[in-house]
């Protein structure tokens, strides 16, 4: 994109460099280095970062249970910093003092690509075209870009654009914009293409046994079939399959943005969404409960973090240690079931478990003396008798 | 219970009242009355609760999207003191010193009655039969306590009871112990009453529209049906209705108890998760986004004191205070479909939102200038350029 | 300031209104009022802020114990949403459409005053010349200032100004910059203008009782004097001339800007200071314990909102209800002595107490049974024995 | 006092073993030797914990600021588990089932002291006399113990006791009980040990430097007399001397213990009120702001973990863990100076501080561009100006 805003501001031909970062998304990457060439690229990067993607993002936020405002699991907000690490890795190593993106001016994304270019390299100038007002006064719509690309034989795609904008990674499909931006409007039934519709997905479900170490999986096997998946890459792109058969992980909300805005966006993250239930069986089942709630807390910050593009930043560095930290005896083995949109928990097991079937039994008295319950209680009570006695509003409540 | 205790304890038949609570269980209430009565129950009270458990118990912990560790709708723990409140109702009015529950002693339950009971009369002296040695000593399993029915002309159901426990009302039934106590097995499929097997639900959804006002839902519309319900036990037993006809709200977690261990339980929750998706929904469209960061933090916290037996605490009233005053503008119009297990969230429309579309659109300007964004994005990495300079740090995370 | 930059940036002479707050400071407002008219003010109002400022803003903060970054009690703060709160209202009835401020482009007065009236008045435009490059590329330094004002008859202070700035007002007054700005530097003896040298205030403490109702003062009487005082500004302003006489409530810090970066502050808050000791003393005299918990940090919350400029935001909002419903029972009376700086809690009394001398008594029992506690603490213990067993780590531990 | 209770237990003469330990108090151990042999201990062990106290203790809590309820330092909450874990370290070793204490059963010191034991000697049997009705009963004043101990000739401090209860060590003195149970009482001018009447105190400061790496001090200098400490105990015990001279620390207050009820309490923490001022004011100058509310509320957290008794715990392991990572930087020199009661900083430097005095100055530019500021400003605003423009509120406000 910097060609536009670079000639359109110094009229000149400047020097540049493309960069294409493969995070998963299904697109012709040679073409991609083809059309970056025949417009004047010095260089062209096709950068795989889809392993890097997994490791150093996706398991992070998973470890983390990371939902932005309840719902959304952050693929796109995860994708940019893995993205932008990369383009000033290569612009320092190429000397460049600009990088750019094609972000729009109201939105996250142009967030999360800047803060990572200044966190990482401070002294890097940034041309964002979409904030320029001679850029966007002059491209109003697609129309115009359409024009200025056909005059200027920059090859674009020929089928109709659909009416509303998408962002696709590994972890991913997000939908918004166009005829979604009305909040009432119903998505369409073929906006989704990372997850079959659950009306036409199978009729039996596919049970998986997932493996965790770390809070992180580290094998993922199909109980029926005993497919097995041991790296991460691999792991993730069969837990997409399987869920993306099934119609795991669509969700339809409102967001409030970085900026200020509540916007509308429709997500579809299948492996994710497996991923996330299975982690928050295992975490449960190893992690004592107040550890649980300290930890519940910073994964929420950490979220809110990621939403607001602060990958990189002290505060990321420090909730990510600690996450992280709380993570080391998360270990064992899920049993879940997907079917028809949902990801079922069947049970679990872990060598770290904090699960004492004797001492929880209904059956067996274990080590535990049911009088002390009564001592507990007391004392917890003593603090409300007093509240009652002393506000004598017991009698209002009744 | 009592006369159990009782008798065990002062080896007399003390004068004793009985109480039913009604709250939405499936049940022969008349077959109860005369239990009691048989028993020796001076009064019998059988209360209808149904209606005070929606409006007073279940519609705060909606509006507060309540949610224990993530997962756990908290349908028991919300019931509990519905029912105590009850119970130390009538024994205040009648007098009786002593009230008495069957909670085990290893268990929430038992807190959960009793903080109640010490909150709203901190007279009373509280009998729990599972916690007094001499009970339990000589109940040791079901075979004692079946062996002492048939002698002492106690009625018990003849049907073999089923290898779990069970708890249910109006909100959910909760399955836990017995075979279910090993936290890998899973769940056999005839557990389940409240809900359908998704596997046999209807291949067709059924779609709803939820009006909210003030937090709380004032109407449910079946789109096609045209079905209406408008008070608040309708609005519940409809949407447990077409939630259990689809098979929503199936859980199977771990939890961890107020009393210090782990337990694994399987609910099922409805109408319940029907409203949070669509609460949560409605919410966030409609809330400020910083409001709703505080909001969410005070609903956890409001989870943890329901689930630990603190619904009548001066902290649960003041959580439950912000937590209404944070609702005042929660209003408007949820579309969804419920199919298969799952809630699809399809719209929303509100007089109250804050969504403004001609802010957020990406092909009009609206009342906003992209160039601040530019600003808002360099102050805000300031503070990340300033840690990267002074640390030095940035050739290290390249 | 209007006209600097209006003249500079239009070269014509603009209509413009004065107007000067008397938040407290210790200004001549007459000389003000001269000047504004002799600069060609059309309108010139000179507002009397003080009680509104003190009973809307400074008694909320003190409800809150808001203090910023555990030091900072946010005197300048809590200021700057009150003068432009009227600053916007008169614009309003006016038919102002540009409203116009001093503060610097690095500090966080300009957002204090600028959301504020986004805020309030959401058309507005607001002119800050400090951020204009015009403006603050031809005023460099305070000579430039000078010479300007020289040429165009501006009348400008003949004194010499301190090597620092400061800003001042009912609640404390403030230093930074000039030889402030190296941190290591101390601050000059003759500094402080509102409080005393502890090393020269008198040798004899004034012992003070502060009566307070819903968590703000309503009497402050001189135990000794007799001396009373009962109105929001007297009860004040009161605390201010003990408190200065007493040299308390100077304190020298770093602290963290919204903007990003941190400065070098140094504050003297002599009435504040008295009052944030006696609130929180009373306060946890009559709140109970786990509602002061959330109060707590709700406090924070709201600290940092009005530091950053939110003071009218729907969360500070939100949070100045929810704290304010906490304090309905904050009553009582806290007795002090103020001293060489310091301010001694020296005991309290209360009609809503929670306090019970009974029950806490070492020498009588009260209602209370020890061998609860045996329970109470073996049942807190359940949790850790289970996680020494499982994690064998007692070992490593001893 | 293991042989009251197991002589009234059991009426035999049990085997025990003495335990004593130093943690700075002022206490003659050779009597206490003398006097647990006379009584027949088996072994007597007097243990100097003063140095591990001092850093595996204080210096955590300090890396906290850890404060309980805004005022109180905790000098008996961190005793408890370092008294506790040598008592558990020494009863493993001589295979001691059995250990004991002479805590109140109403206070919050033997939760501290036998939840260390539960976690760290999950098998032990803990015996405390003053929740043995039999022992209480039996005891029920001083008299009583008087009496007893004059019968079998157990040795007791002949001078009369001071009509409140005191604990002491090498943090701090905390005073209870007695005449001070009335919360409306003042302290009586003869009961503080640790520091002196600010009102005799000399009338001069005393400038310290305090030298800080990863957030423990390792050096305190005196400005003016060059007196030096360089180790842990050395550098408490110097504070401790200066800040007792000047008498810092004072504080009289009500807190809420965890067993519910509200205790009054006065303390004098000379050297940790230095301390918690000076760490507080380096660690402000070199941790990131972001970083910094984090750990804040982390650290509030840990310090109710303290108070409660859960210093060997998974959440107290968690939370210390993150805090040490959060000092990492926190390394430089505080000058500060003590007088009459008071602690005032100075100045500050540091090699990693965030400060950067060019940046923030009002007289050089640096590397900041005030326009920044405005989109900075004016995107915090839209959230703002939506909910005025939909609310309609504005009026209603101004």
New interface residues.
Partial sequence: LMQFSQRLINNINPRFIALKANIGQDEDFDAARKKAEKLGAEKVFIEDLRSEFVQEFIWPALQA?AVY???YLLGTSIARPCIA?RQ??IA?REGAQYVSHGA???GND??RF??TC?????QVQII?P??I?EF?SRFR?RTDLMEYAEKHGIPVPVTPKAPW?MDANLMHISYE??IL???????PPDLYQMTKN??DSP???DVLEIHFAKGVPVKVRHVKEGTCKETPLEIFCYLNEIGGKHGVG????????F??????GIYETPGGTILLHAH??IE??TM???????????G??FS??IYN??W????CD??R??ID??QE?VEGCV?LSV????V??????SP??????E?????VQG?????????????????????????GA?QK??
């Fill in positions: 249970n405002e309840d719902r690490r000033v890795q320092r729009t001016g109201k142009q967030i800047e803060l200044y966190a990482l390299y401070p964002a979409w904030r007002p966007y719509g904008s914009s166009g931006e009305n909040p009432k409007n119903h998505a659950p009306e009729n039996e479900p669509r969700i339809d909300i409102v967001e409030n943005r900026i200020g805005m509540k916007s509308r928050l069986d449960t089942f004592d409960r107040e550890v649980r709630k300290i930890k519940q807390s910073l929420i910050k809110e973090f593009g602060f990189y930043s002290p505060e420090f909730v240690h600690c930290k709380s005896s049993q079917f028809k949109g949902q079922y928990i069947l049970g679990r097991e770290k478990s904090l699960y004492n079937e001492l929880v039994s209904m059956d080590d535990y003396d049911p009088c002390d319950a009564s001592g507990f209680i007391r004392i917890n009570a003593v603090r409300l008798r007093e509240h009652n006695r002393l506000q017991a409540k009744l």
